[in-house]
């Protein structure tokens, strides 16, 4: 787990942003969300797959899934760098890797594994606003043509 990093040159100051109900069926739209935003990138389908494990845990893990719960999700781009943020509602437990054997079978327990495996970074950290916490990660490539939008 890595300290928040400020953003790259050529960024964007703002992300693009959208909020979710805190239901295990809002999990498919913020993975469309996210893949919208990367378009062609040849990391879309990891970003996608990331962002579905960390909204599931924001769902499954925390005051999100409650009554009336959210999370939001953000996407920072800039060429050949994105940084996904997802923001919940909070929990008493940080989190964090379970590092499970490779052959465990059991379904749950290694969103965060795959997050460590796959990103170039990620961090979690409590929100500004003191309404829960936020976890993020960065990942990047090499690739000639900038995203969408930076």
């Known amino acids: 787990m890595e300290d928040s990093p400020s ?5 964007h100051d703002s992300p693009q ?3 979710f109900p805190g239901l295990a069926n809002q999990i498919k739209h913020a ?3 996210v893949e ?3 378009g062609p990138s040849p990391q879309a ?11 599931t845990n924001a769902v499954t893990h925390s005051a999100s899934g409650g009554p009336g719960g959210k ?13 996904i943020e997802v923001r919940d509602l909070g ?7 379970q590092h499970k054997d490779p052959y465990d079978i059991t379904e749950h327990g290694r969103g965060l594994d795959l997050v460590e495996a796959l990103a170039v970074k990620w961090g979690s950290e409590s929100r500004r606003d003191g309404l829960g916490r936020l976890v993020w990660f960065e990942l990047t490539w ?5 995203l969408p939008g930076s």
């Open 36 to 38: 919208r935003q990367l």
């Open 17 to 19: 942003r959208r909020r």
């Open 71 to 83: 999370f939001e999700v953000a996407v920072y781009t800039a060429d050949g760098w994105v940084r």
């Open 45 to 55: 389908a990891t970003a996608t797959l990331l962002t579905s494990e960390l909204a």
């Open 31 to 33: 993975r469309r969300f």
């Open 91 to 97: 929990s008493p437990e940080q989190p964090r890797p």
């Open 7 to 11: 953003l790259p040159p050529g960024g």
């Open 142 to 146: 090499e690739d000639d043509d900038p």
